[in-house]
């Protein structure tokens, strides 16, 4: 009964939602509202339940004597709480000081580790098909280097701008890689109009199926 | 060396006044007082220590009828209004006023006056008088700045003529104007008045009561000086088109009658014609059931690769299963996690899922439970669930660095145990997360399902085959679709494959038609 009545719910949000392809109205604006107030309230659910409990909470209260250094984190979370009055909004500085510095260490490690020097390993390609492997491969290369060089000179803010044989270089190359971020953009524009189609056809699949049953 | 900032005169350092029109110099830091050195900011008119006024006399705008002012000592004495100060024989309020000032400022004890008044008392001295006599003009007489040149008297004659042929209206001049004029001060100044001395130099040379420092209480409250304005050539032709844009009366709107042709009736339904046609292509294909992409559809080699990096786990071998995606890309991520799952149980891998996103939590546990079931998984046994895991690159390094620790999972001792990543991403930045936490630094194999639009920023690094960064992507639910084809059991993602295809051949031709109609109407109208 319960599951009948969760597909009857989820349907009639589905269509309210689809709603909007008429105008905007106070239906549609009702769902809106249940789904930003569900996922904040299913969050902080989650939170409370899956981070708070078991990993600070549960360990405090078994035991006190091994588990006293959760009372750090406890406390620079609680002065997080301080900065809703901006009168003592100070004192969660060192919390977030903690936090941003923590974070901005691991991620500058991770990019130059994880993105950075492989990235530029990998744009090190060669043009040539007998050490490419293939013709397609070594003009698949060379679309890499001139994307990757026309990309970065378009980036070149401080140069370009004026006369001679240097400037008219980086501004032909400027050029060439406008259109391949145009490309670019254009392909990430496509695949998410791919993807809102995926979506439709799942809530196709749903409305014709589980609701109406006309699909096995 | 300072340039005054009135005339434009240069002046020694040090000084205080401009030695050409007399007015207070602004240093770099501000203002100097000349009564008591105090050094003020630009901005004010008033010496903040002392009280005393730092701009002219002459140059007050404000036409506010007096106020009462109060002076230290409880006596009260009438303001006395800054364009006035020069006084005029029918001003008889001013003239009072300006009195009882004087009675009062003579009424305090000797030893009270301030040093920069006793200044103020020593002015007439017999040798400016004499300067001040010879300086003098006699009644009607104008300066020599203000006599017109003999060569534009006949041409100023002329203008002057046919301006009172035309029958313009004489200009109203302001009264703080009025009271700079030089003949009439003359005529009603008299020796010993408070006009003070006439300008010995300048352009204002002759006039009264234009310059010089005065205290505060002669200060009008609202007294303020006039800032220079300058602007470029075009921000005057802007003013001018906006000036002009203004002052145009607004015109009526026309009532439009559009003819109901059936070219505007298809423009008015247009939209609901593609609405129309794209919910044609999506669930026609799906009430018919057909399967065309089940037996044609070819898969890619990124796909392949993620088959491959899958079908060759050994058993028994645990692999990290991340789900980090919401409700808005479900759609696409659910049936990848569908195929893929299913092909690691099939596997017979250990799986150890977790979230990046509160939402991805709760969705994949919905599906890792619908798969286990159907293949026999015991949950705690064969598959658990870490569930979301907070703090971004800290939370996802203490989640690898955890593992065989306190509150950690038995399945493996350390990350590097783990034989493969697989990440399902519905943003890029979750993909690059990984792999800059835990596929480069512990040097795990991985392969990511992405959503499409995280493919484009997600595929260089599948790519980057050199160095094994991704060892397999699968894009979408046409990523899905080939998995489910590659593996031999198809889905809800093979199946929908007929409804997407529909919709992409049905939205190029509503783009082919659009523009060639867009054309047609561009041509028509040449």
């Known amino acids: ?183 670019t953009f254009g392909a990430i524009f496509g695949n998410r109009i791919m993807g809102y189609v995926s979506l439709l056809i799942e809530r196709a699949y749903f409305l014709l199926g589980d609701w109406l049953g006309l699909v096995g | 060396m300072i340039n005054c900032p009135h005339c434009g005169a240069s002046n020694k350092d040090g000084s205080k006044f401009c030695g050409d029109c007399g007015q207070p110099l602004i240093t770099r830091n501000g203002v100097t007082c000349p009564m008591c050195d105090n050094l003020n900011p630009p901005s004010v008119t008033a010496c903040t220590n002392c009280g005393a006024r730092l701009i002219p006399v002459g140059v007050t705008p404000s036409e506010e009828p007096l106020e009462l002012l109060e002076v230290e000592e409880g006596a009260v004495v009438e303001g006395v209004e800054g364009e006035d100060t ?37 002015l007439p001295s017999e040798e400016a008088a004499s300067e001040e006599e010879a300086t003098r003009l006699a009644p009607g007489e104008l300066p020599d700045w203000l006599e017109v040149p003999p060569e534009f008297e006949e041409v100023l004659s002329e203008a002057g003529r046919a301006v009172e042929e035309e029958g313009v209206p004489r200009a109203e001049i302001p009264s703080w104007l009025e009271a700079l004029r030089p003949a009439e001060e003359e005529g009603v100044a008299e020796p010993g008045e408070l006009a003070g001395p006439p300008e010995r130099t300048g352009l204002l040379k002759g006039i009264r009561g234009t310059l010089g420092i005065e205290p505060i209480l002669a200060i009008p409250p609202r007294a303020a000086s006039l800032p220079a304005f300058s602007a470029p050539p075009h921000a005057y032709e802007h003013a001018e088109v906006f000036d002009k844009v203004v002052r145009e009366p607004a015109r009526p709107s026309a009532e439009v009658v559009r003819p109901r042709s059936l070219e505007t009736l298809v423009a008015s339904t247009m939209r609901w014609i593609i609405y129309l046609i794209v919910a044609t292509a999506v669930v026609v294909p799906i009430l018919r059931g057909s399967n065309w992409a089940e037996a044609n559809m070819p898969v890619t080699a990124s796909t392949m690769a993620m088959y491959d990096a899958i079908e060759d786990l050994p058993a028994d071998s645990v692999v990290l299963v991340s789900h980090d995606y919401d409700p808005g890309v479900a759609g696409e991520m659910i049936p990848q996690a569908k195929a893929v799952v299913g092909h690691l ?182």
């Open chain 1, 1 to 183: 009964m319960s599951e009948v009545l969760t597909v009857w719910i989820a349907a009639i949000l589905t269509l309210i939602v689809y709603s909007y392809l008429l105008a905007d109205n106070p239906l549609y604006r009702l769902a809106e509202h249940l789904f930003v107030g569900s996922s904040v309230g299913y969050a902080a659910v989650v939170i409370l339940h899956n981070i708070l409990r078991p990993r600070l909470l549960e360990p405090l209260a078994q035991d006190a004597g091994v588990g006293w250094p959760y009372i750090i984190p406890l406390f620079l979370g609680l002065l997080l709480l301080t900065k809703a009055r901006t009168t003592i909004a100070w004192l969660g500085n060192s919390s977030l000081a903690f936090l941003f510095g923590v974070g901005a260490a691991l991620a500058i490690g991770g990019a130059l580790l994880g993105s950075f020097l492989p990235q530029i390993q990998a744009s090190w390609v060669s043009i040539w098909p007998a050490t490419a492997g293939s013709v397609e491969a070594a003009v698949d290369n060379v679309c890499l280097a001139v994307g990757t060089i026309g990309t970065l000179a378009y980036f070149y803010f401080t140069m370009g701008s004026g006369r001679g044989a240097r400037n008219a270089l980086i501004r032909f190359w400027a050029t060439v890689g406008k259109w391949v971020m145009l490309i």
């Open chain 2, 86 to 122: 020069v006084a005029e024989p029918d001003d008889r309020g001013e003239s009072e006023s300006l009195e009882e000032f004087a009675d009062v400022s003579e009424a305090e004890p000797e030893e009270a006056m301030p040093p920069w008044l006793e200044k103020l008392r020593e």
């Open chain 2, 345 to 526: 149980m099939r596997r017979q891998v250990r799986l150890i899922n977790v979230s990046l996103t509160p939402e991805g939590a709760r969705l994949s546990r919905e599906v890792v439970d619908e798969v286990a079931e159907a293949h026999g998984y015991e949950y705690g046994d064969d598959y658990l669930s870490l569930g979301y895991v907070v703090g971004v690159e800290a939370g996802l390094r203490s989640i690898v660095e955890g593992f065989g620790g306190p509150g950690g999972t038995d399945f493996v001792d350390r990350i590097e145990d783990v034989a493969l990543v697989v990440e399902f991403a519905g943003a890029p930045e979750y993909v690059r997360l990984w792999l800059e936490q835990v596929q480069a630094p512990y040097g795990v194999p991985m392969v990511a399902g992405v959503s499409a639009t995280a493919d484009p920023l997600a595929r260089p690094y599948y790519r980057n085959q050199a160095q094994h960064q991704l060892l397999g992507l699968m894009t979408g639910l046409v990523g899905a679709a080939e998995y489910e084809r590659r593996a031999g059991h198809p889905g809800l993602a093979l199946a929908s494959m007929d409804s997407q295809s529909m919709v992409h051949i049905a939205m190029v031709l509503l783009v082919l038609v659009g523009n060639l109609a867009y054309l047609g109407g561009r041509l028509r109208g040449k």
